[in-house]
């Protein structure tokens, strides 16, 4: 299984396609960032609308041809 994370969902769909894998209807979720500078951990940089910010089965598992992949995405 590809990472998908951070590319856009198009993108992650066309990658599952290219390893013959099928991708569920897409989740969309609200992605809230912390304002820069706030407490002591590094700032992450902002998550773009549309991009997969997670997927399931993780990546790097092994999965059958037939296991259709869960995408969530940015709104």
Same mark, same amino acid.
């Given at each position: 299984? *590809? %990472?998908?994370?951070?590319? *856009?969902?198009? $993108?992650?769909?066309?990658?599952? $396609?290219?390893?013959?894998?099928?991708?569920?209807?897409?989740?969309?979720? %609200?992605?809230?960032?912390?304002?820069?500078?706030?407490?002591?951990?590094?700032?992450?940089?902002?998550?773009?609308?549309?991009?997969?910010?997670?997927?399931?089965?993780?990546?790097?598992? #092994?999965?059958?041809?037939?296991?259709?992949? #869960?995408? $969530?995405?940015?709104?």
């Amino acid at each position: 299984m *590809p %990472d998908l994370t951070g590319l *856009p969902v198009v $993108t992650a769909q066309a990658e599952l $396609t290219k390893v013959g894998l099928k991708a569920a209807a897409p989740s969309f979720v %609200d992605v809230h960032v912390a304002p820069v500078g706030s407490g002591e951990a590094a700032p992450k940089p902002p998550v773009k609308p549309g991009s997969v910010t997670a997927q399931q089965p993780p990546a790097g598992s #092994r999965v059958e041809q037939s296991a259709l992949v #869960r995408l $969530t995405v940015a709104k």
